[in-house]
C-alpha cells in the first residue's frame, strides 16, 4: 500500500470548516483513499473513502486531486466532538478470502477544535 | 455497518501469563484482523483471520506469541502468550463489513501487564 503524509496536527474553531490534507504522491491507479478518525480511548471511525471522484456523505466530503496525488477531508461544521486523530489511508480494494485490503494506519493528523 | 463486542474491555495481568480476547460480531463476515495500539502509537496489523484457514500475521508477529482462533464467520479469539510489559496496549478487532471495502472496528481491549 502506498504511504500517506499528514500534519502532525491542527487547530479549527468551532462552527468553522476543518480542512485535513493528505499527500499520497505514489498511489497506484486502483488504490482508495479512506479517512478514519479515533477519538480518545476508542476504536478507529470510518468517515469516508474514494477512488478518483469527489464523495460526500453526513460526515464528512472527500476532496481528490485529478492527479490522485493528494486529497482533503472536509468536515465542514467542527464540533468539540470532531477533536480527534485522523487517518489518512490507501489500500487496494479487499478480496474475499485474500490479505488485500488491510489498513496500514500512519500517525494522523490530531485534529483540536477550540469553542 | 457492522457492530463489533470485544471482551474484555481492559484487564490488568502478571507477568508470564497468557489473556484470551475475544470478538464477536453481530453478522456474518469473511475478513477479521486484530490490531495493536502501543501507547501513544498508531496502529499496527498484527495478523489477518479468516475462517476456515491459518490466520497470516505480519511481520515482527507470530503465531506462539499472539495464537489466533476464527471458529466461525461471527467470531475470533486472539490470545497474548507469556506476557510482559512491553505488551501493554490496546488490542483491537475489525472486520471488512457488509458494505465491501469498509472495515469497522470494536472498541478494543486496554491491556496492562505488570
Known amino acids: 500500500d502506498a504511504k500517506t503524509t499528514q500534519p502532525t496536527s491542527m487547530d479549527c474553531a468551532e462552527g468553522r470548516a476543518a480542512n485535513l490534507p493528505c499527500n499520497h504522491s505514489?498511489?497506484?491507479?486502483?488504490?482508495?483513499v479512506y479517512w478514519y478518525r479515533q477519538i480518545h480511548s476508542q476504536g478507529p471511525q470510518y468517515i469516508i473513502h474514494?477512488?478518483?471522484n469527489n464523495e460526500t456523505n453526513e460526515m464528512a466530503s472527500l476532496i481528490i486531486t485529478e492527479d490522485r496525488k493528494s486529497s482533503t477531508l472536509i468536515l465542514p461544521h467542527a464540533t468539540l466532538r470532531d477533536t480527534a486523530v485522523y487517518y489518512c489511508?490507501?489500500?487496494?480494494?479487499?478480496?474475499?478470502?485474500?490479505?488485500?485490503?488491510?489498513?496500514?494506519f500512519g500517525r494522523g493528523t490530531q485534529l483540536t477544535v477550540w469553542p | 455497518s457492522a457492530v463489533i463486542s470485544q471482551k474484555p474491555s481492559r484487564d490488568i495481568c502478571q507477568r508470564g501469563t497468557s489473556l484470551t480476547i475475544q470478538c464477536q460480531v453481530d453478522?456474518?463476515?469473511?475478513?477479521m484482523f486484530w490490531y495493536r495500539q502501543q501507547p501513544g502509537q498508531s496502529l499496527t496489523l498484527i495478523a489477518t483471520?479468516?475462517?476456515?484457514?491459518?490466520?497470516?500475521?505480519e511481520s515482527g508477529f507470530v503465531i506462539d506469541k499472539f495464537p489466533i482462533s476464527r471458529p466461525n464467520l461471527t467470531f475470533s479469539t486472539l490470545t497474548v502468550s507469556n506476557m510482559s510489559p512491553e505488551d501493554s496496549s490496546i488490542y483491537l478487532c475489525?472486520?471488512?463489513?457488509?458494505?465491501?471495502?469498509?472495515?469497522?472496528f470494536g472498541a478494543g481491549t486496554r491491556l496492562s501487564v505488570l
Open positions: 505514489t498511489i497506484s491507479g486502483n488504490e482508495y
Open positions: 489511508i490507501v489500500r487496494l480494494p479487499a478480496d474475499r478470502g485474500s490479505t488485500l485490503g488491510r489498513l496500514y
Open positions: 474514494g477512488l478518483k
Open positions: 483471520a479468516n475462517q476456515g484457514s491459518e490466520a497470516t500475521y
Open positions: 475489525s472486520v471488512e463489513g457488509r458494505a465491501k471495502n469498509i472495515q469497522y
Open positions: 453478522s456474518q463476515v469473511t475478513m
